[in-house]
């Protein structure tokens, strides 16, 4: 075990030791952000606090023109867990624990890395990735601060993420007039049988979607969460509710999607409401998602980052997209671990991260040469 991973997996036990579960968001400014500001000397660090449990910690040091970006809330643990979440064990190939893998492994590589260097660099730590609620970015862009470009961390197998799906959440309701269930019925009347054709409707509509690709990606990804309305049997239903979501690729427009899910049939629901939306990466029209695409990949190919295939899951990478900068993601473990009883990230990954970070900031940085200046990027 070499001494970066050594330190990182120090720093690793004390992060998952903090109960930064998202929900419940019962996460301060003080406990794991008190341990992060004990360990990073000679940063300038400011915690802000946007409410519900979301807090950024931005620390800055010297002039760097990219940005590192971790979220450290985690998901709830689940009881098949078979030793306790907040206890990291290391074996002779993992660490274990509550956000090891997704994604406090690669915040603890970051802090290792911080202390036994001395070149420029910029961390923002984040706890509301998984609120479906994005306070803390929307917070700090606010600012529209001076960076080239955004490297965020979600596990990629320590490659580089340069394009994934848009996430949409959509609740809506049908409407329909109660009554004894023995009659003829009109499409209208029964609010559940409004929702059951709409959903056949859906269905079949993402099914013609199968044709269209971006970087490798294909079709459209749609799911129906929730389906509730109705009394009883013999009662024709007043009121329905669905909830779905649905994942576009880089090149469908959020916007006409939402437009074609609400009409698809007759009569349209009543209330129908877009509860989150997160933006593909990169964000953009064809032509500026391409264009940001090559960007990316010009800058993990200056940092010998290996890239790897576009991803189905979503990331903060396109909030960051959204506005205007180079981003992509890049960390350590595998997404198949995250949100699982004992999750785990390699140490063989782990290794790999901090030694990447390091030699960024040790010997690009270091060196006072430039990481990156988006101006000669196409």
Known sequence: MSALLDDTLRHLRALV????????????????????RDNLPGFDVTVTDYGAGAVTLYAVRGTPKVLFNVHLDTVPDSPHWTASPHELRVTEDRAIGLGACDIKGAAAALVAVANVTSGDMALLLSTDEEANDPRCIAGFLKDKPAYDAIIV????????????????S?????????????????????????????????????????HERFGGLTGLRFNIGRVDGGIKANMIAPSAEVRFGFRPL????????????????????????????GDSLPAGD??????????????????????????????????????GYISFVYGPGDIAQAHTADEWVSLEQLQHYADTIYRIIDEKCGQGRPIFDSRDHG
Request: negative net charge.
């Open 17 to 36: 030791s903090f109960d930064t579960r998202n929900p419940p968001r019962e996460i301060g400014t003080g406990g794991i952000f008190d341990y992060l």
């Open 250 to 277: 880089p090149t469908m427009a959020p916007n006409e999607l939402l437009h074609t899910f609400r009409t698809l049939v007759e009569p349209q629901p009543v209330e129908f409401e877009e509860l989150f939306r």
């Open 170 to 210: 959509v609740q809506m309701r049908f409407k329909g007039s109660a009554g004894h269930a023995s009659g003829e019925q009109k499409p209208s009347d029964s609010a559940v049988h409004q929702a059951v054709r709409w959903g056949a409707a859906a269905l079949d509509y993402v099914e013609k979607q199968a």
């Open 286 to 323: 064809t032509a500026t998602a391409e264009a940001r695409r090559l960007a990316a990949r010009d800058l993990a190919d200056e940092l010998n980052i290996p890239i790897g295939n576009a991803v189905d899951f979503w990331t903060e990478a396109a909030l960051f997209s959204a506005a």
């Open 153 to 168: 961390a979600e596990p990629t197998k320590g490659e580089a993420v340069l394009a994934h799906r848009g996430i949409h």
